[in-house]
């Protein structure tokens, strides 16, 4: 019996993602536009073979993006929306500047093994002076410099990139080859204004603000993988939020008085 509900378990969660995955593309690719409502319960169901469990299960994972209005009791509604980015495009800089049909690059600044400073240590759940791997780079959207960045590793991870190149594969995607897997990113980001540094490196004016990100990425189990840093200019980044009531939103947007 055991082992029947678990098969059970399994095939709704593969309907739930299929489902899902197909209604993405329904909105993704226009087909359906905002105000259009959704295809119906049943006709869900008769499509994929299903029960009404997965069918909800999948509508609601795109109320939780903002994606579609709740229904209560009708269908639900395709709402105006500017999508949503992907895990890796939020995780990985060459990913994010990929999706901009822009071709990654890369000027590294300095790679070092070095003591971690209090601040770095507490992000990666070290002791203070234990080895990082820091990679500090200015990126680019093909000639386009749009991010100064440094990234911080422990050094069981980190040690691989000291021989990092300009021509190497992306930092991330060399962890995910190896088998270090990424599942939780928590970012804060502010505005603030340009150092000299940054003018320099971004091209920038001195009265120029930039978007400062502060990365802490760990592994599902929630080990620390990575601390990273980084300055945007200010018009080149866009924070788009789709909130929908009653839904989680796992944004926090706060005041920070003095």
């Keep these: 019996m055991l082992r029947r509900r678990t098969i059970s378990a399994t095939r709704s969660r593969q309907q739930h993602e299929e489902i899902a995955a197909y209604l993405h593309s329904l909105i993704e690719s226009g087909k359906l536009s905002p105000g259009d409502p959704l295809p119906s319960e049943a006709e869900l169901c008769e499509k994929f073979d299903s029960s009404r469990g997965p069918v909800r299960q999948a ?4 109320r939780t993006e903002g994606l579609v209005s709740s229904g209560r009791g009708r269908r ?4 105006d929306h500017r999508g949503t980015s992907s895990f890796d495009s939020l995780l990985s800089a060459t990913t994010l500047i990929e999706d901009t049909k822009k071709t990654p690059g890369q000027k590294i600044l300095r790679i070092v093994r070095e003591p971690a400073d209090e601040q770095i240590a507490a992000a990666l759940h070290l002791s203070p002076g234990d080895d990082v791997v820091k990679i ?4 680019y959207a093909d000639d386009l410099p749009v991010m100064v960045q440094t990234n911080v590793f422990p050094i069981a991870i980190g040690e691989r990139f000291l021989t990092l190149t300009e021509d190497s594969e992306s930092v991330h995607a060399q962890l995910a080859r190896s088998g270090v897997k990424i599942d939780n990113v928590v970012r804060r980001v502010r505005v603030r204004m ?3 540094e940054e003018q320099q ?4 004016e001195e009265s120029a603000p930039v978007w400062s990100e502060e990365l802490r990425a760990s592994t599902f189990q929630g080990e620390p993988v990575e ?3 980084c300055a945007i200019p200010g018009n080149m980044a866009d924070l788009i939020m789709s909130n929908v009531r009653g839904s989680s939103i796992p944004l926090k947007f706060e005041l920070v008085l003095p």
């Excluded at 639900?76 to 709402?79: G, Q």
Aim: aromatic share 4%; no cysteine; glycine share 0%.
């Design 59 to 62: 509508v609601a994972s795109l």
């Design 136 to 139: 500090e780079r200015v990126r």
């Design 227 to 229: 601390y990273a840093e």
């Design 76 to 79: 639900s509604i395709v709402l």
């Design 194 to 196: 340009t150092t000299e």
């Design 201 to 204: 490196l971004l091209q920038l």
